[in-house]
């Protein structure tokens, strides 16, 4: 990205950064490569898409085609160096998660800011450019999880990664309105290298949403204070009226059993059964409250239609 400004000191530093960040993500998703055991073409896909794909789809949304990482090779390059790295050492220890960490934030800062002036160039809004930023310096680490069946950790495990940032990118903006753009670039990296780095040591996290619980308990109150003191709703009270004046209610739906103990034995020859006695063991089972059916029904008809005729 800075390769066109590399003999000037400012330029130099950032190309050299940008490459560490692709080198270190590289050697990062050789390692989750290592841990899933996948094979040396999984090695280097993972690695390159891990160290190049943040700016790449950065780069795609703002227009700037072809993008960055495929126009200079030192990119991909750089990003297979560390697929290799990973392929052949096993990096694990203390030592190593906090060479890690530190390095995860000096990309965080130098991304952020690279992602944002980018954007700027290509003359994305404000919130645009903060949000190119933000996609440039995670963007790699999203994917690569993405793609091994994982929920990105910069949703769940609550580290500073995006709050870094999004202040680096702002500060940025801020510095390159002042015309300070030199200064700016160095300083705004440092300020989103900083902050990651305190808030692993002073053990700041990003609130989750139990952050609001007193919020919610509140509300909860409030709802259901109000809720007892409001009228019932006119719908409600039909239809409590409608239940209170019926005799009964239908509990289950009459079986062909229910039928034939209303019509007693003479169902069985079924020439015994007239017509006007079949339809009034149908009422008794389906709508009379007292038949098989209704609530009050017993399941019995043993003093059906057939002994009241007789």
Known sequence: MYFDNVFTAVGFSFALMDLIGVFLNALMGGLVARRLRF????????????????????????GATPASALQNPWYIGTALVGSLFA?????????WELFRFHGDMIIVGVWAVTGTVTAMRADIT???????????ATGGMVIREMMIG????????????VVPAIVASISVQLFYDLNLQSIGLAVSALIGFGLGVAAYWFGWHVPGIEALANVDDFFTRIKHRVGDRLPRTPSA????????????????????????????????????????EFLDALYRAYIDPTGPGGAGGTGSGAGGSGDRKK
Not at 41 to 47: A, E, P, R, T
Not at 52 to 60: F, H, L, P, T
Not at 126 to 136: A, E, S
Not at 245 to 267: C, E, F, S, W, Y
């Open 150 to 161: 994982q929920i990105p950790s910069i949703l769940i495990d609550r580290q500073w990664y």
């Open 39 to 62: 094979d040396a073409v999984g090695f280097m896909l993972i690695s390159i898409i891990s160290g190049m794909a943040g700016g790449m789809i950065r780069d795609a949304l703002i």
């Open 237 to 276: 009270l039909r239809q409590r009226a409608e239940r209170a004046q019926r005799p009964g209610m239908l509990v289950h739906a009459p079986t062909r059993k229910d039928i034939h103990d209303i019509l007693g034995n003479r169902i069985d020859d079924r020439r015994n059964v007239t017509h006007e």
């Open 87 to 95: 392929f052949l050492i096993p990096l694990s220890g203390l030592t």
């Open 126 to 136: 404000w919130f645009g450019c903060i949000l190119m930023g933000v996609l440039t």
